[in-house]
Structures are given as C-alpha cells and as structure tokens.
C-alpha cells in the first residue's frame, strides 16, 4: 500500500509553488532499501532505491533535476502478486535516466501491458517538472495513459483513480488545506504540517471499495500513516517545486532501529522541453 497527493499550479508566481507531492511508501520492514540519494551513475537524479535481490536500483519515487519524476503505486486486489515479474521499480528509474518523452515512454509501456503483462499491478504517474504536467497509467484494463489537467488536487491510492479510498477522498480535502495559499518565505512550516498530515493515523471507516479489495486487513490499511508488526509506513517524501525553479525534496525514513531519519535536498531544474 502507498499513497501519493500531488498539487499542481502550472501559472505559479515566483513566490509560489508549481508542484507539490507529498507520498507515503508502505513496504515491509525487512526489505532493504537505501535512503535517498544522488545516484552515482547518474547524479541528475535524486531518490532511494530498493536492495531487494533481483530488483536492486528500481525506486518508488524518484526526480530528475532535468525536469522529470515519477510515482509508483501498486494496485491491489487485482491478482495474486507473482514474484517471478520484472520488478515495477524499474519503470521509475528507466524513464528517469532516459531522454524519453512522457508520451513516448508510457506509449511503450502500454503496448507491453496489452502485449502480456510482465508485471504485478501497478499505476505509474510521471511529472514534468516544468510545467506541472502529470500523466497516469494503470497496468489494468487501461485504455491507455491519461493527462491529468482538469484539477489542481490529485490524490491516488492503491485502488488508482478509478477506484479511490476514502482515506484518499477525504486526504485530498485535508491536503489542500495544508498547502492552499503556500508562500515560499514559510517553507519549512509547509514541511512541518505535510509530514503532520503523512503521518496520520486516523482510520477511514467505512470504505466499500477497500473491504472489497483487501477483506482481511482494510481496518489496518484504512489509515494514511499504516502501522503494523511486520509492514507499515516505511518512507514520507515531499516534492516541493518552485515558480523559480527551485527544488525542494525531504525523505524521512525509517531505519532498521525504527527511529525516523530526515534528509533535506535543494537544488535547481535544468530545463529540458523534450519532456
């Protein structure tokens, strides 16, 4: 289960922010990852990575300070999960490090779903950073992938958006008010309150939707933050950029000793139109 909220202003003033995202990853606790970075083979890009066997280098949430990002949720309760599959972090970190377009690239993803799935379900969501452009493909009885323009809150969960969750309907309502009206000058007090509203605990009950694609455990997962003995709430990120271009990324994560580790990176776009 993750979660991910997105604000999207592509007319932003200077003093404004054009784009910002908030996300949870939800793992098990023993599946390692490293904490985000500067990947070495490619110090454009910023994000932490999975160190499963098999699936090292792929990502939930990575940027490109070439003006690219990109979310990865999975869909559940759509099939069994096959641990066979090509791991979906992949999809992150290929497109990141690619001088792909958006169009171009999700175009040969869904030529590939309808070809034979070589993945677990999943929703992708790519970011052009330059002008608050978000584009979505579901791996699951799509038509194909879509632009989001028609909102400047977008909040998706592990059903996608055709199926959303109330912790996500109601999240949306309570992340546009932590960011409406976001003033550069107040930044840090921004952060402050999105890891506030990431880490909440309040449990969305009832939800059909949820029941219906996980009946065991969707009191657990009704949450935004999910605690558990053995999965739960691993990563918040934020994503704030700027009317100047200016980048904002905060990871806190939690490390093996289950105390909470926070990073900070600023940094500038390079401005690429191809994407």
Known sequence: MCILFIYRNPNAAVRSYRLIIASNRDETYKRPASSAHYWEKHPECLGGTDMEPGKEG?????????????????????????????GRGSLISNFITSNDSIESYLSTLHKENVNGQPYNPYCLVLFNLNN????????????????????????????GLDHSYKKVEVGK?????????????KQDDLIEKLIHFLKSK???????????????KYKNLSSIFISGK??????????????????????????????????????????????
């Not at 940027?63 to 759509?78: D, F, Q, R, T």
């Open 58 to 86: 792929g990502t939930w949430l990575a940027l490109s300070i070439k003006g690219k990002a990109a979310v990865i949720l999975n869909l559940n309760g759509e099939s069994i999960t096959n641990s066979s599959r090509k």
């Open 132 to 159: 608050a452009d978000v584009h979505y493909l579901s791996s699951i009885k799509s038509p194909g992938p879509k632009k989001i323009y028609n909102s400047d809150i977008i909040g998706i969960g592990n059903g």
């Open 173 to 185: 309502e309570e992340f546009k008010h932590v960011v409406q009206d976001a003033d550069i000058s």
């Open 202 to 216: 309040k449990k969305y009950l009832p939800d059909d939707e949820l029941q219906r694609r996980c009946p065991i």
């Open 230 to 275: 053995e999965y739960g709430t691993r990563t918040h990120s934020i994503l704030l950029i700027d009317g100047s271009n200016n980048v904002t990324f905060v990871e806190e994560t939690l490390m093996p000793d289950f105390t909470w580790k926070r990073q900070q990176f600023q940094n500038k776009l390079i401005y690429d139109n191809t994407y």
